[in-house]
Nanobody
Framework: QVQLVESGGGSVQAGGTLRLSCAASGNASSRSCMGWFRQAPGKEREGIAYIFTWDGGRSMYYGSTYYADSVKGRFTISQEKAENTVYLQMNDLKPEDSGMYYC?????????????????????WGQGTQVTVSS
């Protein structure tokens, strides 16, 4: 069973930075593709960053990342494999970045992870961490 625990949310002013963490446990192959999603009140859950974390099959996609246009160039997803942790570094935050941020995981191959799968594809979810950006 995979478990995901997010942390690092908070309140910042526009232009500020935050780093979110997602501590993962459970079978590594079951969480080969990990993503960060966010959801603002009244809006659909939006996938913003993905990373393929499974290196067991020597996949050419290992470490590959994908970003939504809304965060490209400002956010960076990364992993610390030894700590089973995935990070989301968020720079130059804007008020429209506010929302609940969720970490998610699913077992898919790298080619699919690289396309930025929609939320319904993901099997495992964390409880979320709130990000509020004020103008």
């Amino acid at each position: 069973q995979v478990q995901l625990v997010e942390s690092g949310g908070g309140s910042v002013q526009a232009g500020g930075t935050l780093r979110l963490s997602c501590a993962a446990s459970g079978n590594a192959s079951s969480r080969s593709c990990m993503g960060w999603f966010r959801q603002a009140p009244g809006k659909e859950r939006e996938g913003i960053a993905y990373i393929f974390t499974w290196d067991g099959g020597r996949s050419m996609y290992y470490g590959s990342t994908y970003y939504a246009d809304s965060v490209k160039g400002r956010f960076t997803i990364s992993q610390e494999k030894a700590e089973n942790t995935v990070y989301l570094q968020m720079n130059d935050l804007k008020p429209e970045d506010s929302g609940m941020y969720y970490c998610a995981a699913v077992s898919v191959d790298g080619s699919w992870c690289a396309t930025g799968p929609r939320a319904t594809i993901f099997t495992y979810w964390g409880q979320g961490t709130q990000v509020t950006v004020s103008s």
